[in-house]
């Protein structure tokens, strides 16, 4: 038996059990077990799947002993099903049959779907194993996963301190090696935020990359679920499988377009040395505080010295936080309209703001919004082209993470933050044009708590810009800018309370 399979990443557990090394069940429950041990530390994982799982991966090994290691069966077996026996942990936003799905919010909490969601069917449908549901904000708004029917997730280097949001369960559970693989979606940031403040790597593709058969307006860059590991590689391996457009029929999505999405399970070996990286530190003047410019800055030094070329790109997407937050309060009337009369007194803060602004916006303020965006996403692609650049690299958040009991950061550095979303205004322009863009671990700050930056393509290029990322990311192993990993002594001896009493007065 392999040691502490929970700790391995996916490719290699896959290995493993190619192998014959290891077994689906011994997998599985090593990874149940992480969960028994680590979660009650952190609050991440709000519903585990433990029977169930076990007796799927009991069911692969009896599969997978009539084919010896080895045969071609057995290949064929592991060639049809890339994520088979890998255990997944599905962001409690996506529908799992048979697993309950609360979307973050008591008016849910009895939830058991009939049906999976259409990225969760496609996990399924490749051999995954569905150990469970992670945490998220209300009906998954907001970048601090903090809801009232489960509490809060706390960072798993600080549980005192937010993990972002709103896949922030499923980022805790990557970091704390509860499972190899899990699911999250991004709207202003909600894969890249949390993957930066957990030290994971999380995966925003061009919009139609993944399809998103629940989509609820037929084009939009907002809205994109997406894969969430601890390695570019694993990224892409996941990546390849939720977006596959014909292992459970042809996807409702009309944003999905033609893809080989096999193509995108091995990557280029790119070199660092070989790429030219634009840089900014605020793309044009954007809310970062001191610290968070600071920690850039030595990421950038280091790179400078290594890459190509490391270039300051004459970047400014300031337009893009006023145009983020008219057009998503556009999106959130459609989205809510019908369900706003039965919200109660304590419903999602966050969600109500961006109805209510909806709702008092003339239609004139998202008509100018719309235009600004096209302006934008032309100026956007032009700058990078502009600076010839394969990729251009930016700070993950604009603050280093900050106590969960907040819902947001008020201030940043002495400057007032307007809402709810003025402080990650970093992730949400790239939202706002569209560019593919991955949250990669960029070591620890000052405070020893995770930073990552972001890595952002050129459109339609994905596979391109997974490939860069793995660059930077084996140049930085084995220096002070790799992936950390938590202290489980030290969390273990942490006395936290995350439940949903401590939450209460916060809404």
């Known amino acids: 038996m392999v040691s502490e399979p929970h700790s391995l990443t996916a490719r290699a557990a896959r290995a493993a059990v190619a192998g014959g090394e290891l077994s689906a069940e011994e997998l599985v429950t090593s990874c149940l077990d ?3 041990r680590v979660d009650p530390k952190v609050n991440a994982m709000v519903t585990v799947a433990a029977e169930r799982a076990i007796k799927e991966a ?20 592991l060639a049809d099903r890339p994520l088979l026996a890998l255990p997944v942990a599905i962001k409690d936003l996506q529908a799992t049959a048979g697993i309950r799905t609360t979307l973050g919010s008591s008016q849910f909490a009895d939830n058991v779907p009939d049906a999976d969601a259409g990225i969760v069917a496609r996990i399924r449908a490749a051999g995954g194993v569905i150990i469970g549901k992670t945490n ?4 998954s708004i907001g970048a601090n996963t903090v809801n009232r029917l ?11 301190m937010t993990c972002g949001g709103s896949s922030g369960g499923s980022a805790v559970a990557l970091a704390t090696e509860m499972a190899p693989l899990a699911t999250g ?21 061009t919009p139609g990359v993944v399809p998103f058969d629940e989509r609820a307006i037929s084009q939009t860059f907002y809205s994109v679920q997406g894969p969430m590991a601890r390695t570019v590689d694993d990224i892409a391996l996941l990546l390849s499988v939720i977006a596959e457009r014909g292992t459970v029929g042809t996807p409702t999505d009309p944003m999905a377009f033609p893809l080989d999405a096999s193509a995108l399970a091995e990557l280029d070996d ?18 970062v505080s001191s610290d968070v410019r600071a920690e850039f800055a030595r990421r950038v030094d280091w790179l400078a010295d290594r890459a190509a070329a490391c270039i300051e790109v004459d970047l400014d997407l300031r ?28 419903f999602n803060p966050k969600i109500r703001a961006s109805y209510d602004t909806a709702m008092a916006a003339p239609e004139a303020d998202i008509a100018r919004a719309r235009v600004r965006q096209m302006e934008l996403i032309r100026a956007a692609e032009a700058a990078m082209t502009a600076a010839m650049v394969d990729v251009v690299v930016c700070p993950g958040v604009g603050v280093p993470p900050f106590p969960w009991r907040q819902l947001y950061p008020r201030e940043v550095d002495g400057n007032a933050v307007d809402n709810y979303m003025a402080w990650l205004t970093l992730t949400a322009a790239w939202t706002v044009v569209g560019q593919p863009v991955v949250a990669l671990p960029a070591g620890t700050d000052a405070g020893g708590l995770p930073f990552g930056i972001q890595v952002v393509g050129h459109r339609y290029r994905d596979r391109g810009l997974l490939s860069a990322a793995r660059a930077l990311e084996s140049a930085w192993d084995g220096t002070e800018f790799a992936r950390p ?10 006395d936290v309370d995350l439940g949903p009493d401590s939450t209460a007065a916060m809404f």
């Open 270 to 287: 790119t070199d660092l040395g070989s790429l030219r990286i634009g840089v900014s530190a605020d793309l044009g003047g954007m809310l």
């Open 58 to 77: 009991a069911d692969l090994d009896r599969e997978l002993r009539r084919h010896g290691p080895g045969s071609m069966r057995r290949a064929a077996a």
């Open 34 to 36: 992480q969960v028994e």
């Open 185 to 205: 979606s991004d709207h202003g940031g909600s894969l890249r935020i949390p993957a930066s403040y957990c030290g994971v790597v999380g995966f925003r593709a």
């Open 150 to 160: 489960f509490g809060a997730t706390g960072n798993p280097f600080d549980p005192t």
């Open 319 to 346: 337009d893009a936080a006023e145009v983020d937050w008219q057009l998503r309060a556009d999106i959130f009337a459609t989205y809510y309209r019908r369900e706003a009369e039965g919200w109660d007194e304590g």
């Open 485 to 494: 990993r938590p202290d489980f002594e030290a969390l273990a001896a942490t």
């Open 136 to 139: 998220i904000p209300e009906l």
